[in-house]
């Protein structure tokens, strides 16, 4: 290994380092697993996910405080099972989400249903588990579920989802929390339909939340938000309407590529101390965090199967795919990739310049641009920052089963989901 080119240890990555030129996640060797389980194989550090919590419980010390993990960062049943076992509650966007999530051990009073399509059965499905939370996105949505309740006989507890218009010239790369766009009730909405809400007999309205983006590397949109989400509240309260929870969403970023993204007990800390100045630090208040929980938690392994020079390229073809890994392909994501085992420089022909792409028949299957490596083919590497929004965005595009999965913890390595068959795949079509 030419220690000039693979660091000891991965940024923002602590669970994730090299050891004897051999990458491991905590106490297992990747190259072991792809050996053992094939590639490609998500591989996720229970410790990883477990300190990314710590940092928020951390900064929610003291407070009445409910974290409730956005599970469609990464829905598997033992990712969920980790976070429920830890006491978190489950933020879940749709009936599908909320059963997986009961399966896996949650407390269906701590899952909140965002989202703006709930169905009818969705909403009888939750209101007949005693789900903790409706975020209503819509004042149409409100009599939906007015509906569904009274004919349960039930009184469904509701929280809007407000849209606090930060602004987008300052703040470019938030995209949910902008008038235009289709989630929230728009801020100068929100008083009727808090209004429209309390007269419909099937609600029982507890909170507030609000949702502004994703992959904030930067405390002041969440501060800005903050101001226009209390200001709301202070004119709700006013009007006669009591407001138990705060929900601030989530969006939290991680570090890709050389993103600072604040810690998340910083950041708690900051804005704690704008709702203590506000007079509301000892509400209820609620976080719903995805990708900070478990995008640097995960990474990828996948095998080399083909090195293609090219005139203007050079191509690195690797087993897994867009299919695989979507990020690259639907928001032009940038993801490290690194060998497991480095190799040392006499091995190979020096480093070379790269695109490394997977086998699916689309020239927007890539997984990293431009990257140097020194790489033969056979060669195992592994995409970083993969724990969020790779899994749970998986497709069977191209025929292709989807990639098994491992939690470690410590030294144990369990497998979580087998690989998907090609036989899996088809198994509900039937020929005419
Ligand atoms: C996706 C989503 C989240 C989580 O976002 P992250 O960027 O993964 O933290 C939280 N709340 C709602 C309503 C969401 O749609």
């Known amino acids: 290994m030419n220690a000039n080119t693979t660091p000891a240890s991965l940024p923002g990555q602590p669970h994730i380092a090299y050891a004897n030129d051999q990458l491991m996640v905590e106490g ?3 190259s072991d697993l792809a050996r053992e389980h094939g590639t490609p194989l998500f591989v996720y550090s229970k410790a990883a996910m477990l300190s990314a919590l ?4 951390r900064g929610f010390a003291g407070r009445n405080a409910q974290i409730c993990y956005a599970m469609k960062a990464n829905s598997t049943l033992a990712v969920l099972q980790v976070f429920a076992e ?4 489950f933020d879940t966007v749709s009936g599908g989400e909320l059963a997986r999530v009961l399966a896996a051990g949650a407390d269906p009073a701590k899952v909140i249903f ?3 399509g709930k169905t009818r059965a969705e909403m009888k499905q939750a209101l007949q588990v005693g789900i ?9 949505e409100l009599d939906v579920l007015n509906e569904v309740a009274l004919g349960l006989g039930q009184q469904a507890p509701v929280s ?5 218009n930060v602004d987008a010239k300052t703040h470019p790369y938030i995209s949910t929390g902008l008038k235009g766009n289709k989630f929230g009730i728009a801020h100068e909405d929100a008083m009727r339909a808090y209004r429209h809400a309390t007269q419909l007999p099937g609600l029982k309205v507890i909170g507030i939340d609000c949702h502004i983006g994703s992959q904030i590397t930067e405390a002041t949109p969440y501060l800005d938000a903050m101001d226009r989400v209390m200001d ?6 006013a009007a006669g309407i009591p407001i138990q929870h705060i929900d601030f969403g989530g969006g939290l970023g991680i570090n890709y590529n050389g993103d600072t993204p604040p810690e998340a007990d910083a950041l708690w800390a900051q804005l704690l101390a704008k709702l203590d100045a506000r007079g509301y630090g000892q509400r209820q208040l609620m976080i719903e965090p995805g990708r900070s929980l478990v995008g640097n938690a995960g990474v990828c392994l996948t095998e080399v199967l083909y090195l293609k020079p090219g005139e203007q390229k050079n191509f690195c073809i690797v087993d897994a795919a867009m299919n695989d890994l979507p990020r690259p392909a639907m928001y032009q994501a940038f993801h490290q990739i690194v060998p497991v085992s480095p190799r040392a420089a006499r091995d190979t022909q020096g480093s070379t310049l790269y695109d490394i792409v997977g086998p ?3 020239s927007g299957d890539w997984i990293g641009r431009d990257r140097q490596l020194r790489v033969q083919a056979g060669d195992t590497l592994a995409v970083l920052s993969a724990g969020a929004y790779c899994m749970s965005m998986a497709s069977n595009y191209n025929t292709r089963g989807r990639a098994a999965e491992i939690l470690v913890d410590g030294t144990q390595a369990h497998l979580i989901r087998q690989r998907e068959s090609v036989f899996d795949t088809f198994a509900l079509e039937q020929l005419v």
């Open 160 to 164: 809007l989802r407000v849209n606090p």
């Open 54 to 57: 710590a940092a928020y419980q």
């Open 28 to 30: 297992v060797r990747l």
């Open 132 to 140: 903790g939370c409706f975020n209503v996105e819509s004042e149409a």
């Open 360 to 362: 699916v028949c689309e």
């Open 232 to 237: 709301l509240v202070s004119d709700i309260e």
């Open 86 to 89: 830890a006491g978190c509650g």
């Open 114 to 116: 965002s989202g703006v």
